[in-house]
């Protein structure tokens, strides 16, 4: 190969690598890597492409299960969705660009993200986001909310995918390094299914969409594997910007490909862009590519042979055809105005070769100058991993919140404060900048429900009466929770979303998740690690839930310390029949308030005690108990599983799971959704103080309505307990004895006054 | 009727309005590269974001291929209905009056609305009176969608004009026209939806939510009514559009 200097150790070091990779890589060569290997390299083995901290921990996870078609390993996983159809679907972070540029890193996220999913074959139908920021009175926190949700709208709205749900949560430890996680579902007939090995030598490689440029060079390592410094504006080169018209027409590109049985492997062009589609497709299908970057449609004509295999520009797909299609695959992309080029072939070589001018003939490539040659398993398989080295804090983490409650606050002004704390608040601002309606599929809109519901057909009307399946999704975790116990605050969120499932009726079919977290390096941040995929694991077992999929997002972390450890969950569930869709929202007044389920309220890491100023429990030190409630996985299970037979039973009115701010708030959350009152008396013996049964927070708790012997039916199967009647227009609660002052009465307006607070930091 | 539906790069709602108008009709897809209209006997222009909608809404749309078939059939009285992209086409088209400029608030918004239908005597409104027959769950009294402020449409008062639950969703659409061209607009009935009372979120002038030409067979409304057909994703007040033009196709509205 034709190189005058080669680049050397201290390059390596400047593009990431350590200097133990960077020697392991000449040994495993038997040479110095070149510049366009080196580059090449430094993508593959960052943290982003290559899970060195977390693979060992993900190898822990269950991926087996009932519903399961296809687990990790492809660009989404997929579970059967019944009649021949499967759901594809997946989560993945665009932390790092969108604390850079939270407009074009939330755009891009969304963008990748449904590549993902059309890459398998499936049509994407919904989009749903998990963000956090720092605590919404900084005018930056402010900044990147409004940068992060325009840019999802952005992109999701202008391509035709509804946004149903999402979450988001306001906590100080986020301030520097805010999350912006972007989950798509998909559905496709299970015989569309795509799978990206490339396969066949003698075959062709085909890049289609958008032309290659300079944006998002090296976006992989330089953001996405480093420490975000104050000031990331000078990465801001780094960052890809999203074409979302292309984007739409590049799905449909590939979907009619893949319709019409054109191309053999399908695979999208994120992070590491050609080097690391290319390194992935050969890898899978044990084969090797030959690349030729004259081949390559360029939006700029001078770009480096490095600049081609490592460039991040958006809406690029990457296909493998039979020699004898590829005039009928340009066709297709003509079709759609966008461009297409044989761009290498597959070889039996098992290396990715990186050539200049070569001619193509009868599905080799001859000729040319050799730029690259690197052996697949050297790019994919020999990245080395790392043991962490966890280690339980002994000090706190993170620095207490102050209080923004006053003392002597009475539980009307607590509960007020609760409703209007941005963590509780309605999220209407935020969702109606998104087109939820799109495919004519949503059945529970955001907000109306705990989970969004979709139709997995889209309505056609025409008087059918048979029952109309449905999908159900809710994304989910509490990060403040999970900083207090990873392990037991990891199966909190996994146990809302199974809940949040159970309001709507749905039963769980898969999970995928996205780790947010720290610096591995650091044992205090390696202990959350692996106190929270344990928790993520026990719970997947316990639910048998599969974990299809998902994301590692590591060094969220700025001058002022780490995230709070943020696991997010997205759980997919079927619904037999979406006319039987639960709703949260009180709905006839007479109707009896029921408790439901092993529900044990304390005030350790709730919201009330964030409010009032009170610091995280330090994590458990033997013999004292965990700070979070324990509950035991059969009695979750049980109680979820009398929610989602008595929603679907259709005899109940309405169902919430209780979360942040405990049964107060939900009672409230109930009555507006319902826009009705409510008069409740809690009993004593779910928690000893007042206001713990008021505000206090823990797993397994569900407030139904309805008619008194539907849900007295429910009793049979986990506890029930009868609190109130529904009706009027205040909420009335009574926690404690007479004379206790734990008493709450306030009015409808009251109520909607503080809950609708977000309005105001939109401007 | 056979209802011929546009398809340009960037629509979104194409298939929404083809399932929406396959409710009352035959309903079949026309490509933005056609120059032709095969004979349907009426034309949606859906909503999305046609060629990215990066210049202005719906300016490069409007020169695709097929909308002049679109202007010619449109001249010949044939029904056009636009919605919300293609409303903005067809006043970029010169089809309809009055412009739609950024929403007031600058932000994207997808929000259920109540229309008031000032002009219940049109080939897209004729069906949507309640004393007109309407199909099920069309017009008044149709039930609210579920949302997150639990806000409910009580009975409406008698003879005041029908209301309609639809949902909107844009960033470009508040209706603008000079004052004098709303007043001749006003005094031919050309204005035939308006936001009610407290539901405008656009600032479209005097509230302005769906507007026909003088002729009348040409009308643009921004809001989904191809999003409000089914009770179950929230509404079906929206039909009574679908409705109101077949019946007009087939003469007997």
């Known amino acids: ?116 999913i059309f890459a398998v074959g499936a049509r994407p139908v919904a989009v749903l986001d998990s963000l956090r920021f720092g605590e919404p009175d900084a005018p930056r926190a402010r900044y990147l909310l409004d940068g992060a949700v325009s840019g999802i709208g952005h992109y999701g709205n202008s391509v035709g995918v509804p946004t149903i749900g999402g979450e988001v949560y306001f906590e100080g430890p986020y301030a520097d390094s805010c999350l912006v996680n972007a989950m798509a579902l998909g559905i496709a007939p299970r015989s569309r299914l795509m799978s990206s090995a490339a396969a066949g030598p003698g075959n062709l490689l085909v890049l289609f969409g958008a032309t290659t440029g300079r944006d998002g060079i090296g976006g992989a390592s330089v953001l996405a594997s480093a420490e975000l410094d104050l000031g990331g504006e000078g990465k801001r080169p780094s960052v890809q910007v999203g074409d979302p018209f292309e984007g739409k027409k590049l799905m449909e590109c590939s979907l009619q490909l893949l319709d019409e049985r054109l191309v053999l492997s399908l695979q999208d062009l994120g992070a590491a862009g050609l080097t690391s589609s ?9 084969v090797g590519l030959e690349i030729d970057l004259v081949r390559v449609p360029l939006r ?32 297709v992309c003509e079709s759609w105005e966008i461009e297409g080029a044989a761009i290498g072939v597959v070889t039996d070589s098992g290396h990715v070769r990186v050539l200049r001018g070569a001619t193509l003939r009868e599905g080799t490539l001859e000729g040319g100058s050799l730029l690259a040659d690197l052996p697949v398993g050297l790019l994919v398989d020999d990245v080395p991993t790392y043991g962490l080295d966890p280690q339980r804090p002994q000090r706190p983490l993170y620095p207490d919140a102050p209080a923004t409650l006053a003392a002597d606050a009475s539980p009307e002004q607590m509960l007020l404060a609760l409703l209007a704390s941005p963590n509780i608040a309605s999220r209407e601002p935020l969702f109606e900048q998104y087109d939820s309606l799109v495919q004519s599929r949503t059945v529970r809109r955001p907000g109306a429900a705990d989970a969004a519901v979709l139709a997995i057909e889209p309505l056609r009307g025409g008087g059918a009466t048979a029952p109309l399946p449905g999908l159900a999704v809710s994304i989910d975790c509490n990060g403040r929770r999970v900083a207090a116990d990873p392990y037991r605050g990891t199966i909190e969120a996994v146990l809302e979303c199974a809940a949040n499932l159970a309001c709507v009726g749905a039963e769980p079919l898969g999970l995928t998740n996205n780790l947010n977290f ?47 450890p943020t696991p997010v969950i997205g759980m997919v569930g079927r619904l037999p029949d979406v006319a039987r869709a639960g709703r949260l929202g009180f709905a006839a007044s007479g109707d009896t308030v029921a408790l439901v389920g092993p529900f044990s309220p304390s005030p350790v890491a709730s919201e009330l005690a964030k409010l009032q100023g009170r610091p995280l429990p330090l994590p458990h030190l033997p013999p004292h108990p965990r700070p979070l409630p324990h509950l035991d996985f059969p009695d979750a299970m049980a109680a979820i599983r009398a929610v989602r037979e008595a929603v679907r039973s259709g005899e109940i009115s309405s169902a919430h799971d209780i979360a942040e701010g405990g049964l107060a708030v939900a009672l409230a959350e109930c009555c507006l959704a319902g826009g009705v009152g409510a008069t409740v008396a809690i009993p004593a013996e779910i928690a000893e103080d007042p206001l713990a049964r008021l505000f206090g927070e823990a797993p397994g708790g569900f407030l139904l309505s309805g008619p008194a012997d539907a849900l007295q039916r429910l009793a049979e199967h986990t506890p029930l307990r009868t609190i109130g009647t529904v009706g009027g227009a205040t909420l009335a609660i009574e926690a404690g004895g007479a004379g206790s002052g734990a008493r709450i009465e306030l009015a409808l307006s009251e109520l909607a006054g503080a809950h609708g607070m977000l309005a105001g930091l939109l401007g | 009727m056979r209802c011929g539906v546009l398809r340009f790069p960037g629509s979104c709602d194409e298939n929404d309005a083809l399932l929406a108008a396959g409710r009352v009709a035959d309903a079949e897809i026309v490509s933005y590269r056609e120059r032709d209209l095969h004979g349907v006997d009426a034309v949606i222009v859906p909503g999305g974001f ?22 010619a059939f449109a001249r010949e009285g044939g029904l056009v209905l636009g919605i919300c992209n293609g409303f903005q086409v067809l006043c970029e088209a010169r089809l309809l009056p009055g412009a739609l400029l950024p929403n007031a608030g600058r932000r994207f918004v997808c929000r259920q609305v109540r229309l008031d239908v000032v002009n219940p005597h049109t080939p897209f409104t004729a069906a949507c009176a309640p004393e007109a027959g309407s199909p099920p769950g069309a017009g008044a009294g149709a039930r609210e969608p579920e949302s997150a402020s639990g806000a409910t449409l009580g009975a409406k008062p008698p003879h005041t004009p029908p209301t309609l639950s639809i949902p909107a969703k844009h960033s470009w659409g508040r209706f603008y026209a000079p004052e004098e061209t709303l007043r001749e607009m006003a005094g031919s009935g050309q204005i035939v939806l308006r936001y009610a009372e407290g539901q405008s979120f656009n600032g479209s002038v005097g509230g302005v939510a769906g507007v026909s030409n003088r002729a009348g067979n040409v009308f643009g409304l921004m809001p989904h009514p191809e999003h409000a057909v089914d009770e179950l994703t929230g509404s079906a007040d929206g039909l009574c559009i679908f409705e109101s033009m077949r019946r007009a196709a087939q003469g007997d509205g």
């Open chain 1, 1 to 116: 190969m034709a190189e005058a200097a080669l680049p050397g150790l201290a390059d390596a070091l400047a593009l990431g690598l350590r200097e133990s990779e960077y020697r392991l890589i000449c040994e495993r060569l038997g040479r110095a890597p070149n510049t366009v290997e080196l580059a090449m390299l430094s993508l593959m083995w960052s943290e982003h492409c290559a899970y060195k901290h977390s693979k060992r921990l993900l190898k822990t996870l269950p991926t087996e299960g009932e519903h399961l078609v296809m687990g990790p390993g492809e660009n989404a996983g997929a579970v059967d969705i019944g009649d021949g159809l499967i759901c594809a679907f997946k989560v993945e972070s665009h932390n790092h660009p969108s604390a850079v540029e939270p407009f074009q890193g939330a755009a891009t996220g969304v963008g990748g993200i449904l590549r993902d």
């Open chain 1, 278 to 286: 290319a390194s992935e497709m050969a890898s899978k299908g044990g």
């Open chain 1, 300 to 331: 700029e004509a001078d770009m480096e042979p490095f600049e081609i295999m490592v460039s991040e520009s958006q809406e690029r797909m990457l296909c493998v055809v039979a020699p004898e299609r590829l005039p009928a695959v340009l066709a």
């Open chain 1, 518 to 564: 720290g610096n591995p390096e650091k044992p205090q941040i390696a202990w959350q690690l692996e106190e929270a995929v344990r928790g993520l694991g026990d719970a997947c077992r316990a639910l048998s839930v599969p974990v299809v999929g998902g994301n590692v997002s590591l060094y969220n972390e700025g001058p002022a310390g780490p995230i709070y």
């Open chain 2, 50 to 71: 046609s060629y990215g909608d990066y210049l202005r809404a719906g300016a490069i749309a409007r020169f695709a291929p097929i909308m002049e078939a679109v202007i």
